[in-house]
Each structure stands twice: as C-alpha cells, then as structure tokens.
C-alpha cells in the first residue's frame, strides 16, 4: 500500500495558478503511475491528469489540458499538478491516487487506482 499526502491547495481567484503536491511512502513510489482526480460539490470524482512511472506518457481531461500539467520526482517520491487560469469550475477537492498495480500504464479509470490520499481543496472565485 502507497500512502499518500496531498498539499496547496487553498482560496484562489480566478486566473490564478496553484501547485498541488502529493507526497508518496510505501511501496517502491518509481514503479506505480499515479493520476490526480477531483470531486466538485455535488458530482462525482472525476479524472484530471495521470502520469506514467517515468514520467513518458502524460493524459489529461480535456477541459484541463492546456492549463494543468502533471509531474513528478521520483527522487522525491512526489507527483506535482501545476494548476494555470483557474476557474471557479475548478473548485473541487483533489485527489492523489497510485495505480494498484506495479510497471502498469497510466489510466483514467479510478478503478485501476488502489491508494487515494485524504485530498486538498481548491476554490477559485470569480
């Protein structure tokens, strides 16, 4: 089992930028693909950005890809999520997540994520 620690998130408005980091102990952090994923009030968590184990292959929803990216340091045992030009359609609570399987490929099924950190929260205002 991966554990998993989110921080940065905070009050924003909007056009701002924000930097969630996830801080990762456990198992051998380098071998998992990990995702971000965010649940707004009232929906369902859903997927943001995942990132293969070294850092390869990147995917993001569509509504973030030209305004997040994800990282990560496997040095740090930490993946990074650069928030830019914040929305107030932003604001949910992040998620952290590593995949449940070792040396497997990122995914944005939730199901494929076995460890989930307690989250952060963003708001951005308008």
């Known amino acids: 089992q991966v554990q998993l620690v989110e921080s940065g998130g905070g009050l924003v408005q909007a056009g701002d930028s924000l930097r969630l980091s996830c801080a990762a102990s456990g198992r051998t952090f380098s071998n998992y693909a990990m995702g971000w994923f965010r649940q707004a009030p009232g929906k369902e968590r859903e997927f943001v950005a995942t990132?293969?184990?070294?850092?390869?292959?990147?995917y993001y929803e569509d509504s973030v890809k030209d305004r997040f990216t994800i990282s990560r340091d496997n040095a740090k045992n930490a993946v990074y999520l650069q928030m830019n030009s914040l929305t107030p359609e932003d604001t949910a609570v992040y998620y952290c997540?590593?995949?449940?399987?070792?040396?497997?490929?990122?995914?944005?099924?939730?199901?494929?994520?076995?460890?989930w950190g307690q989250g952060t929260q963003v708001t951005v205002s308008s």
């Open positions: 997540a590593a995949h449940r399987t070792p040396y497997r490929s990122p995914t944005s099924r939730q199901a494929d994520f076995g460890s």
């Open positions: 990132i293969s184990r070294l850092s390869t292959s990147v």
